[in-house]
């Protein structure tokens, strides 16, 4: 083993032991840890402002793009913002130990289900610095141990960042090690074959990443993957409207995962679609339409390109959108189910039996009715905050936030029961529930 | 592609198709449907019987063992256990369309979450016949597509079994080819690369089998793993109430995962040891103890073997157990959660603290005091019946029902509702719970 395997191996596994402790934790303990690392952020402020400049810098020096830049800085607003975050964590009720079932299987023998951590959490996320603070708040809060990798532009804020995570936190009475730093991606690929030590890994990043990973994990991937969302409007809509929410979910954060790629429109639709067009053009979106709404818009005075087969695969994550004309409810139905990534899709409709049709048969994490996919967010959904968006239909779906990450136990409390006494008949189950 | 492959892939293409509409159905739909395959066994009792037969004769011709000859034979007695199993699932309440939160995110945006199917799921099982009539009617009920795979000595009996289910059911209106089989081996290598096509793999059998499957598979796998299960013996205790538990947990069925596999005993519960070690001896079961465990079991006359290392790693799945002294609860939970499988772990106690610490820190689906492991079940649990047992943590863990099955999608609901509006100030989100 080299000695990077080795420190990983052993933060995994300190990770591990600390999970028991962790998941067995008074709230009172996770919460006053949350409030003492907003505390300890606050007033090692300049430390973390240093080691940020330190990242700016050199970014500045590879000369990359100004978005980038600034999702890198960390500064009053950004500090402002995670301490809020955290703080409102700690108000919030306790996922863990909430009873979601209680039975009784027979006299004197109750089952009951209760919430509890899953356990060790791998999260890889991207380059902004406060998402390894608002990560770890949520995995704190939630009981879970939890080895963090963020970006490679934000080594120096990262490591400032999760000082302050880890010794605020254990200050607190949080068993040590708890909390873990990967700073390289080779320690990423060493991670996903430690299944005996980590519980569940959470990539965030590009769909290519999001699939290496899955690939070539033998632990558990909840993925926050690709989003090709789509805007149907539908031949009974109030067209304003269908140009007013085709906007947001296009151009208020394109580079997004929430954000409309591809906007369907019923062939009888034409109003709409000329209206969302324009709406459109006015804020500098390439238009890539089908030949029929290709047409409409021309006719219109609109400017479009032609669209391939291929862009209806296509995550543009920019201000690009694929326009494909539709004949029912049921073809944009069968579009989204085969084109879309599951993520979130909204249908602009007056027509009640169109809406109910596209609720029951999109096939997505989020389906939508008269509204922007731009509210697909932890935050926007009153879960406080996210861990990343899950594409797949196992465990979470959506937005995670605690109720994500946490998994649940069940306990049975007898008086010496035995099966045998079932199976041989002398006593018989009475499975009734008491919640 | 192999004419095998084609095949494969049209019946997983056919499934998912059929998906969509399936999880779009009326409660009313499924139930009638799971009714018409429990009449349509009944009218057919002679012909399944015929194929069980053919199977049972060249099981014998291999001459296989006994016990699963007894798995294997599908008579009267488990007609009428499937029948009814399939008509008490209909009488149950529809797992799908359940609202499972609502919440008023701002003025006239409202969020709803509600289950539905997880779409198409790969059942891979055992040589019983009757556990596909089972596994269909689960997935039926919970609106799920499945590909069914069972055991090779079951073939005749599993595809007559099978022509009934997709008979009857489509003919209920269900669409058809919502269930496939398979019947090689080399379908289920094939069927691990369709993740285009299936959202869920859960394989039942050995370990190693489910292992290989887990390392094979670009597809979520909730896996029916092995159970090193756990009975411990805590100071204070109940002496004839520990034997009696430990005695069923071990014998009362052997070849199960929720069967005990090691006994923890506390070094001050010599008593309890003795009259555990007799209770067992008496039932046939051969003893491995560690050092001191066999020191008073021996100055007891109970007949035992030593243990190593190796056995508390060992799944027996027969008349065997090893014992194990240890000296605090602490230690106990400690050696199951380094040792075990996360399965079911009993304590036996009348120390409340100890119960409560073994509630809090042992690390497994099922968490049990003063009784059985061998309740790990999900008929005894009230799900009417289960189709698998899960010993990770995502998604489900523990008995797998309807529940495990299913699961979820937000619907948002609004009024041309845009993010901007609340990015730019102009509204907030009021985050009010509705349920």
Redesign the interface.
């Known amino acids: 083993m080299s000695d990077m395997e080795m420190k990983l191996v052993a933060a995994a596994r300190a990770a591990r032991e600390a999970?028991?402790?962790l998941?067995?934790s008074d709230a009172d303990v996770r919460n006053a840890a949350l409030l003492a690392v907003a505390d300890m952020l606050e007033a090692r402020r300049e430390e973390i402002f240093a080691a940020n400049a330190k990242d700016i810098d050199a970014a500045k020096a590879e000369g990359v793009s100004a978005p980038t830049l600034k999702r890198l800085r960390f500064d009053e607003g950004k500090l402002r913002d995670v301490c809020a975050g955290l703080r409102a964590l700690a108000a919030m009720d306790d996922p863990i130990g909430r009873v979601q079932l209680k039975?009784e299987?027979a006299d004197g023998?109750t089952?009951t289900r209760v919430a509890c951590p899953?356990?060790v959490v791998g999260v890889i996320f991207e380059s902004r610095p406060d998402a390894l603070v608002q990560i770890g708040g949520l995995c704190l809060k939630s009981g879970n141990a939890v080895l963090l990798k963020g970006g490679r532009e934000a080594l120096h804020s990262n490591a400032a960042l999760f000082a302050v995570l880890r010794e605020a936190s254990e200050a607190a009475g949080l068993p040590a090690g708890w909390a873990g730093l990967m700073t390289t991606r080779e320690e990423v690929g060493e991670m996903l074959k430690l299944d005996r030590y980590i519980?569940?890994i959470i990539p965030r990043g590009s769909n290519a990443f999001v699939r290496y990973i899955?690939?070539n994990s033998?632990i558990?991937v909840?993925g926050h993957s690709d989003g090709i969302c789509h805007v149907y409007i539908d031949r009974d809509c109030?067209e304003l409207?269908a140009a007013?929410?085709v906007?947001?979910a296009k151009t208020?954060?394109p580079a997004v995962c929430n954000a409309c790629e591809t906007l369907l429109v019923h062939a009888q639709a034409k109003d709409a679609l000329v209206e969302a067009g324009r709406a459109l053009a006015a804020k500098g979106v390439t238009i890539r339409a089908d030949e029929r709404a290709k047409a409409v818009l021309a006719g219109a005075g609109v400017a479009c390109e032609g669209a391939s087969d291929a862009d209806w695969e296509t995550e543009y994550l920019d201000y690009i959108i694929s326009v494909r004309t539709v004949d029912s409810v049921e073809e944009a139905?069968a579009h989204i189910?085969r084109f879309g990534s599951h993520h979130t899709d909204?249908i602009?409709s007056d027509d009640e039996k169109a809406v109910k049709?596209f609720?029951?048969?999109v096939?997505?994490?989020?389906?939508?009715?008269?509204?922007?996919t731009?509210?697909?967010d932890g935050f926007?959904?009153?879960f406080g905050a996210e861990v990343g968006v899950a594409t797949?239909?196992?465990?979470a779906?959506?937005p995670m936030g605690l109720e994500g990450l946490c998994?649940?136990?069940?306990?049975?409390?007898?008086?010496?029961?035995?099966?045998?006494d079932?199976?041989e008949g002398r006593r018989t189950?009475t499975?009734k529930k008491l919640l």
């Open positions: 999970s028991y402790a998941a067995a039975t299987l023998l089952l899953i356990g519980d569940l899955m690939e033998s558990p909840l109030d409207m007013k929410v906007v947001d208020q954060y139905i189910n909204s602009v049709k609720f029951a048969l096939d997505s994490a989020g389906v939508y009715h008269n509204c922007s731009r509210f697909a926007r959904y009153g797949g239909k196992i465990h779906r959506g998994s649940y136990k069940y306990l049975l409390e007898g008086h010496g029961d035995i099966v045998a079932f199976a189950f499975h």
